[in-house]
């Protein structure tokens, strides 16, 4: 038997909706979500930067800052490169080509790891959640050097 929510409860849930509705539309207005919300977390990084060392350190350096034919993965050169994309973008680059002798291989949350610990040493912030694996490669976070005001 449905019971439709008193008065009260229904105003409260349109309000709860409207609120969303609302926020949802200010970040749309100001461009989305980008990296400097926190879309990662400090644990998932920690796990990324294991990944990384194991994966990714003899190509792109112990420090991310690139080693003869690849490119830096952070400072200016990365900023330069990945400014204005998106995290999508960068996951979808990493998953088709690294590692470069076996490409592909990464799994989705070692992926969304790897992404999260390269966010982290670019000094964007941790959040509380995690960059959830499955959406990785569609993420629509932008990637932004400078902090928005």
């Known amino acids: 038997m449905n019971k439709r929510p008193s ?7 349109l309000f709860v909706m409207g609120l969303a509705g609302l926020v949802a539309a200010g970040a749309v207005a100001q461009g989305g979500p980008t990296v400097w919300d926190g879309v990662f977390n400090a644990e998932q990084a920690e796990r990324g930067r294991e990944i990384y060392a194991t994966t990714c350190a003899l190509c792109h350096g112990p420090a991310l800052g690139g080693v003869e034919s690849a490119p830096p993965l952070t400072g200016d050169q990365f900023n330069a490169n990945w ?25 989705r949350p070692q992926l969304a ?22 959406l990785v490669t569609s993420s629509p976070v932008k990637i932004i050097s400078n902090k928005p005001e």
């Open 113 to 134: 790891a790897v992404v999260a610990y390269i966010l982290k040493v670019d000094g964007f912030p941790a959040g509380t959640a995690a960059l959830d694996p499955q």
């Open 83 to 107: 400014s204005g994309t998106t995290i999508a973008d960068l996951a979808e680059r990493i998953r088709i080509s690294m590692p470069v002798d076996k490409p592909g291989t990464l799994s």
């Open 7 to 13: 008065l009260p409860g229904r105003r409260r849930t």
